[in-house]
């Protein structure tokens, strides 16, 4: 690992928070080019500084500031092939579903299967990507995806050979396991006044997705008056205003608590402390919640879908084919009700998540990028 020379571009959008995968896939591959030696570059600090690059091996961010569709065709069309070939790159990454318009190695990551049908509710780097999708595949020399669903539909869709594909998964750190009862206490003590709590990750402005756990919750509250809690994390930095206004005329309110700003390792112990982890996917990509739980050995609720049942395998999770906030706060109920149950899922998640081993995958990953 990093005995290549490589100057690789790594191509984001500004001011996304739809493309879970594209932020995945950068904080993995920071953490590896650190470990191997390369210099970790943004191109706009690069520009204003003009710094010319004189390390061998570079990881170089592109954030692209262009919002609107003429602006994007632009920036892929004209301006990234100029600056790969301004500071020498030898291979880039797309994170956001399109190939740029250059001759130089490119590596496409696909990172959901919404990109394959054309929507009203698609934001202008979805809109590019769709457009471009067909050509993205013809021109990257691999296509990297999340999950062998996803994976399967896009070669399926463009009759693509299936070794041009692999799957890297959503996989977490070691900071993600399961904690003994004694600290699950302590954290119980700090976020959730000593009591037991179902836990959740959601968009900070997902008003239908935190409606519908609010609603799940209230069942399970009205048939079980005790003392469980409902903590909610955003997956952004804090949650909407709409969202707290909600929470004020909520009847159970104060049993529902909003954490802000959590660090990484109290994200972690949450989880690993929680009761269950209850998912609503805003798509199918929508997996790293349900891929830390697996690892922290706490069982999961979710609403089901095919990658969702590719990550879970037979066991480990509960996954509920009827839609609805009735469906899942029934399953809420039986949770409770049957702690057996909650101690084989929570057996089961611990098992399944030995196939989702960061290190493993980092591994490969990383001599992919290197071959």
């Excluded at 970790?40 to 262009?66: C, G, M």
């Excluded at 700090?190 to 519908?212: C, L, P, Q, S």
């Excluded at 009761?275 to 979710?302: E, G, K, N, R």
């Amino acid at each position: 690992m990093g005995a290549f020379i490589m100057r690789i571009a790594v191509i984001h959008h500004s001011n996304d928070t739809v493309n879970d995968y594209a932020a995945y896939i950068s904080t993995l591959l920071d953490h590896t080019a650190a470990e191997n030696n390369y210099a970790i570059k943004d191109y706009d600090l690069v520009r204003f500084t003009k710094d010319r690059l004189t390390e061998e091996n570079i990881l170089l961010h592109i954030i692209i500031p262009a919002t609107g569709g003429f602006l994007l065709k632009y920036w892929y069309n004209v301006k990234l092939p100029l600056i790969f070939k301004k500071y020498a790159i030898d291979k880039t990454l797309c994170l956001y579903g399109s190939c740029a318009s250059s001759g130089i190695e490119q590596i496409l990551f696909f990172p959901d299967i919404f990109l394959l049908q054309q929507a009203k509710k698609m934001v202008p780097w979805q809109q590019l990507a769709f457009r471009r999708l067909k050509k993205s595949t013809t021109v990257a020399k691999h296509i990297i995806t999340y999950s062998q669903h996803a994976k399967k539909l896009l070669e399926e869709a463009f009759a693509l050979d299936t070794k041009k594909t692999s799957v890297l998964p959503y996989t977490v750190s070691e900071l993600f396991k399961p904690l003994e009862w004694h600290d699950k206490l302590y954290i119980k003590s700090r976020f959730a006044e000593n009591k037991e709590y179902f836990i959740a990750v959601i968009h900070g402005d997902d008003e239908k997705a935190f409606t519908e756990l609010l609603k799940a919750f209230s069942k399970f509250k009205k048939w079980q008056q005790s003392s469980m809690q409902l903590i909610l994390l955003p997956k952004e930095e804090s949650f909407s205003s709409a969202i707290e206004e909600k929470l004020d005329t909520y009847k159970y309110k104060d049993d529902v608590k909003l954490v802000y700003d959590a660090e990484k390792k109290e994200t972690a112990d949450l989880i690993a402390s929680a009761y269950a982890l209850l998912h609503i996917a805003a798509t199918d990509a929508d997996l790293l919640p349900v891929t830390a739980a697996l690892q922290s050995a706490t069982p999961v609720l979710a609403f089901y879908t095919e990658s969702l049942d590719e990550y879970c395998g037979d066991a480990g999770a509960i996954l509920i084919k009827e839609p609805g906030y009735e469906a899942l706060g029934n399953e809420l109920i039986q949770l409770y009700k049957n702690e057996t149950l909650r101690g084989t899922l929570s057996e089961a998640a611990a098992k399944r998540a030995i196939i989702f081993q960061q290190k493993q995958y980092l591994e490969h990953f990383w001599q992919r990028l290197n071959s």
